[in-house]
């Protein structure tokens, strides 16, 4: 397992921005296939986008795609999410993760390591 500290979450309006940073200590991150998962209140842990482990791989949610993107530098041995044209349904705990198996996956059973979760949540 590799810790992970996710960061940047905060209240924004609807439409706004936000970049989540997932930062890993004492580990290379570009070993890993790294996820961002949502969870609002009283929902399920949902996928939301997934980059392998060199970046050139990225997958998205229908609900986020367009919207949201995945970035990593692995010599800061950080991952990103971009959130843009944020919806007062994007609220939810933002978790980052990430799995060894080199291929992205949008089951949250799938990652092995977990991020403490970071905050948003969008006013309309």
């Known amino acids: 397992q590799v810790p992970l500290v996710a960061s940047g979450g905060g209240l924004v309006q609807a439409g706004g921005s936000l970049r989540l940073s997932c930062a890993a200590s004492g580990r290379t991150l570009s070993s890993y296939v790294m996820g961002w998962f949502r969870q609002a209140p009283g929902k399920e842990r949902e996928f939301v986008g997934g980059i392998s482990g060199s970046g050139s791989s990225t997958r998205y949610s229908d609900s986020v795609k367009g919207r949201f993107i995945i970035s990593r530098d692995n010599a800061k041995n950080t991952v990103y999410l971009q959130t843009n044209n944020l919806k007062p349904e994007d609220t939810a705990v933002y978790y980052c993760?990430?799995?060894?198996?080199?291929?992205?996956?949008?089951?949250?059973?799938?990652?092995?390591?977990w991020g403490q979760g970071t905050q948003v949540t969008v006013s309309s």
């Open positions: 993760a990430a799995r060894t198996f080199p291929r992205i996956s949008v089951r949250a059973s799938d990652y092995a390591s």
